[in-house]
Antibody
Framework: QVQLVQSGAEVKNPGASVKVSCKAS????????IHWVRQAPGQGLEWMGI????????LYAEKLQDRVTMTSDTSTSTVYMDLNNLRSEDTAIYYC???????????????WGQGTLVTVSS | QSVLTQPPSVSAAPGQKVTISCSGS????????VSWFQQFPGTAPKLLIY???QRPSGIPDRFSGSKSGTSATLGITGLQTGDEADYYC???????????FGGGTKLTVL
């Protein structure tokens, strides 16, 4: 079945970096975009960015543009989200989700990964 | 603040119908498809409606979506206690070149 499996929880100090992975299975990895969405405790969903796993398109939310990098490894069907210079307000659950290709959109996001809790605390 | 506006909460009795609105603008909802997601506490969001009004396989026809102009609506009929969850609308914003979600609506089935 189509599945996205994310890496485990992380605890980081302020100013550090975190790299979250999202491994895809059950479909052709390069045929769909991957979105990253985060959710701070008790808050709503925040769109972070999108990557074309086969290369090319990468778009990031403006507020994160200077701190986030999304990459992909087609040999392992894995997408990575790197966030640097972490702050307490980056504490959140980070989700990856598969989305349509051809053009960036939120026509649908399915499935979602199980989420990765990143805690930023000194 | 969210680009898309949803009511923070809605409530209705079991068996009744409820609608959740999602208000946007010409740069997002009016010119892009809308999706809806259901999220239970401690779990990842789940796709409920795609392409404004389409249901993925396995989603009951009690759930419906519609769009008109700069607004979209999620409808749920025959409410069940198991429908208590947070609901989010999502779409693309052409001006921001970014995805956008509503702030979420908590549904309570009284």
């Amino acid at each position: 079945q189509v599945q996205l499996v994310q890496s485990g929880a992380e605890v980081k100090n302020p100013g550090a970096s975190v790299k979250v992975s999202c491994k895809a299975s059950g479909y052709t990895f390069t045929s769909y975009y991957i979105h990253w969405v985060r959710q701070a405790p008790g808050q709503g969903l925040e769109w972070m960015g999108i990557i074309n796993p086969s290369g090319g398109t990468r778009l990031y939310a403006e507020k994160l543009q200077d701190r986030v990098t999304m990459t992909s490894d087609t040999s392992t069907s894995t997408v990575y989200m790197d966030l640097n210079n972490l702050r307490s307000e980056d504490t959140a659950i980070y989700y990856c989700a598969r989305g349509p290709k051809n053009t960036p959109s939120l026509r649908w996001l399915d499935p979602w990964g199980q989420g990765t809790l990143v805690t930023v605390s000194s | 603040q969210s680009v898309l506006t949803q009511p923070p909460s809605v409530s209705a009795a079991p068996g009744q119908k409820v609608t959740i609105s999602c208000s946007g603008s010409s740069s997002n909802i009016e010119n892009n498809y809308v999706s809806w997601f259901q999220q239970f506490p401690g779990t990842a969001p789940k796709l409920l409606i795609y392409d404004n009004d389409q249901r993925p396989s396995g989603i009951p026809d009690r759930f419906s979506g519609s769009k008109s102009g700069t607004s979209a609506t999620l409808g749920i009929t025959g409410l069940q206690t198991g429908d208590e969850a947070d609901y989010y609308c999502g779409t693309w914003d052409n001006s921001l070149s970014a995805g956008a979600f509503g702030g979420g609506t908590k549904l309570t089935v009284l």
